[in-house]
């Protein structure tokens, strides 16, 4: 704002609804030298309930004094919606912080699996991960829990019940 009023909350989330319709790597920067002042549309709440209905991150960094930058507000929205909350208190320090977002941006990546197993038989399933660069493939199991059922074999219920029955049949006059 020309007077000296900021409306951050009212840029985080016009900034959010410009990137809703793009693909690739998303993500917000959102600068301030202070606190929000004058945002008339947003607030911190909604601007984190927007940035998590669009599954986009939310950097911010507090450019100045310590003292003079709302640095919780900041910080909570960064955290909610994934992203990272910086301070910055001269040029020097907001150019590193530049680079690092980029590099973060740049080196992150996002794996979608899909088993061609069709039967939910309770094991893990092992991926392994090659980048062309690395001396050896990454590893791990997966697990998702509600998605694979149990290993064959006696449930609880089923041995509870069964034993109930043996025991119902063992009293004397009830037939089963």
């Known amino acids: 704002d020309l007077n000296g009023g900021t409306r951050y909350y009212d840029a985080v989330v016009e ?8 693909s690739g790597r998303r993500a917000v920067l959102a600068l301030t030298d202070g606190a929000d002042t004058l945002s008339q549309t947003a607030n911190l709440k909604s601007s984190i309930a ?6 986009l991150p939310v950097h911010t960094l507090g450019f100045g004094r310590a003292e003079e930058i709302a640095v919780g507000p900041l910080s909570r929205l960064a955290t909610e919606t994934r992203g990272q909350h910086y301070l910055a208190s001269d040029g020097a320090s907001l150019s590193k912080i530049y680079e690092e977002i980029a590099e973060r941006l740049g080196s992150s990546y996002s794996l979608t699996y899909q088993t061609d197993r069709r039967v ?23 697990f998702i829990r509600g998605m694979v059922v149990r290993e064959a074999g006696w449930s609880r219920l089923f041995l509870v019940l069964l034993v109930g029955l043996v025991v119902l049949s063992r009293l004397p006059g009830i037939k089963i």
């Open 15 to 22: 900034a959010l609804n410009l990137l809703a319709e793009e």
């Open 50 to 55: 927007r940035a998590q209905k669009l599954g």
């Open 120 to 142: 939910l038989d309770g094991t893990l399933r092992p991926i392994r991960i090659y980048y062309e660069k690395a001396a050896e493939a990454g590893e791990t199991a997966v």
